[in-house]
Structures are given as structure tokens and as C-alpha cells.
């Protein structure tokens, strides 16, 4: 098995590598991601620069956890065809205003939007109204909102960390680690393809994850709030509470990610072969010249004293 401490990487790891923390050095300010936040979360920065600052490892993709109130985007329905082929889309939009971008499975697109979106655990006030904390409100159209069915969803999702590795004993490796640190639904792709020899390992606990419907949005796209106030107090609670357990599994992770590489180089080292008595191993021609050299020194040592003594 290769060494993690092998000072060949792949090439085409190197240059990604590379690419990516030219990314990162971009000013907060500036850097902008797909995520809703539109930048890296503080809460796992320090983990990242730990991560790519180990030789074979770097991060692509990564959220600390969160707490998310997403509505739903519009869905197809069977009275109102919408064309889904971009191409065709690009060449009749002068025929068909109707066409729209619609929700798939999940209610993503179709004019879907995030409501509220926190990396870090809520904090409660008194005389708090938390459906208005939440994005939402308690005095939209109830039966528009019925009858659209766009949900709208709560969600805790814990840490998700996206690591490229260097080669298959170096995903294998920060594998290990998220397994051991409780993250038990991490996995890998890329693992056997030739054409791709950096393995992308994918870092996640769904167990600790958490999902509710709690409200609707109306035809005049307000999010109707359908909960009470103590449901949504306790799903912040657990949410609260899980934010610690993700917290935790995060330092155990990152704690794993050191011990196994100290381990695999410990592995790797050399090792000294011992003598019958616990010594450093020598082989037969060294030691018959270690013999003869203290033969000649003891017996030069007796002349010595033999020279020197009373006559």
C-alpha cells in the first residue's frame, strides 16, 4: 500500500488542488458558491484549512449544518404542459407564454426560495413570534395555499463535507476517519476508475437530520405558517441540541483524520530489526567486526595494565 506521506501525487490532483485554494484565497466579500449563504460557513472554516493543508486532501464542497425554511416551486400539473427541453424552450418562446420553470421532486426551481437559512443554533427571545422569525406569517389566503400545495419546509441538515483525495489509501483513509467519528452514511466514488485516479469522498450523517412540513405558500407567494408556536419551538430545540452532536462528531472527525495519518506513516517507517537481546540487529560479517574490534581493545587494555604494574 502507497504511503499517505508519499511525495508523489498525481498530477491532475495536484493542478485541481490547486485551482481550488486559488478559489478559497478569494476575499469573503468577493467568493460566491451555489449554497444560499453564498460563501463558506465560519463554523467549518477552521476544519478546511486543516484539511488542505494535509498533503493528498482537499475540500470541493461543504456545509457545517444548518437549519433552512424552504418553500416549494411550482409543480407540473396534468391541465397545464409545461416543455422541460431547453432547446425547444430557446426556439417557441415567441409561440407560448405559458412556459415556466417548475419544481421537481424536492420543490426545487420553479420560483421556489429559502425563507430562512442559519449555520449556527437558534437563539430564542421573549414575546418572540416565531413563524415571523422564520420567514413566515400566520395571515396569508389559507385556501389558495391549499389548494397550490407548495410546502413549506423546516429542515436540520448536519455537517457535508466533499473531499478530493489523491489516490484509493488516501480516501480510504479520511474514510476510515468519518466512519469512526460517527458520520456512518459517508461513502466514495471514483474508487476503481482508471480514467479518474482521485477519489472524491463524500463526508455525512443522516441520521441527525431532521424535516418537517410546516406551513404553505398562497397564491401571492406568502408563506402561510400552518404550525403552532410550541412545534416549531421544539423542532428548534432538537435542532439546537443536534447542532452539539454535529458539533462534536466534527472534532472527532477532524481528531480521526490526524490519528490515521500519523498512524499510516508510523506504518510505513522502517522498521529496525532487534537482537536476540533487544539491541539493534546486526548481520553476521558486522558483528564478527564488532567481535574482533573489542577482542583488540580488551587485550591491549590488559597489556596496558600488565606494562604499568609492580615489577
Excluded at 13 to 31: E, G, M, Q
Excluded at 192 to 219: F, H, K, Q, W, Y
Excluded at 230 to 250: A, D, Q, V, Y
Aim: hydrophobic share 35%.
Amino acid at each position: 500500500m502507497a504511503s499517505l506521506a508519499s511525495p508523489s501525487l498525481a498530477p491532475s490532483f495536484v493542478a485541481k488542488k490547486s485551482a481550488i485554494l486559488n478559489d478559497l484565497a478569494i476575499p469573503a466579500s468577493s467568493y460566491e458558491d451555489a449554497s444560499p449563504k453564498g460563501s463558506i460557513d465560519t463554523a467549518i472554516v477552521e476544519l478546511i484549512d486543516g484539511i488542505n493543508k494535509l498533503d493528498g486532501f482537499v475540500t470541493t464542497s461543504s456545509c457545517s449544518g444548518r437549519i433552512s425554511i424552504f418553500a416549494e416551486g411550482k409543480k407540473k400539473s396534468e391541465d397545464h404542459q409545461v416543455d422541460e427541453d431547453p432547446a425547444n424552450d430557446a426556439a417557441g418562446r415567441g409561440q407560448s407564454q405559458d412556459k415556466e420553470t417548475v419544481a421537481g421532486t424536492g420543490g426545487k426551481g420553479g420560483g421556489g426560495k429559502w425563507l430562512y437559512v442559519s449555520h449556527e443554533p437558534f437563539t430564542f427571545q421573549d414575546g418572540q413570534d416565531l413563524a415571523v422569525a422564520l420567514g413566515m406569517t400566520r395571515n396569508g389566503d389559507r385556501e389558495s395555499a391549499w389548494e397550490g400545495h407548495r410546502l413549506v419546509r423546516f429542515k436540520f441538515e448536519p455537517m457535508i463535507l466533499h473531499i478530493l483525495t489523491a489516490s484509493l489509501e488516501h480516501a480510504q483513509a479520511v474514510l476510515r476517519a468519518g466512519l469512526a467519528a460517527g458520520f456512518r452514511e459517508s461513502g466514495a466514488i471514483n474508487l476503481t476508475n482508471p480514467t479518474s485516479p482521485t477519489p472524491m469522498v463524500a463526508i455525512r450523517s443522516m441520521g441527525l437530520g431532521l424535516e418537517s412540513m410546516i406551513g404553505l405558500l398562497d397564491s401571492n407567494g406568502e408563506a402561510l405558517c400552518c404550525v403552532s408556536d410550541n412545534s416549531l419551538r421544539g423542532l428548534l430545540s432538537i435542532s439546537n441540541e443536534r447542532f452539539e452532536e454535529n458539533s462534536r462528531r466534527k472534532q472527532r472527525f477532524w481528531k480521526a483524520v490526524l490519528e490515521g495519518i500519523q498512524a499510516d506513516s508510523l506504518e510505513d517507517r522502517p522498521k529496525k530489526k532487534r537482537g536476540e537481546n533487544g539491541g539493534d540487529w546486526e548481520d553476521k560479517e558486522v558483528r564478527r567486526e564488532r567481535l574482533r574490534r573489542e577482542g583488540l581493545e580488551r587485550s591491549k587494555a590488559k597489556n596496558e595494565s600488565t606494562s604499568t604494574g609492580p615489577t
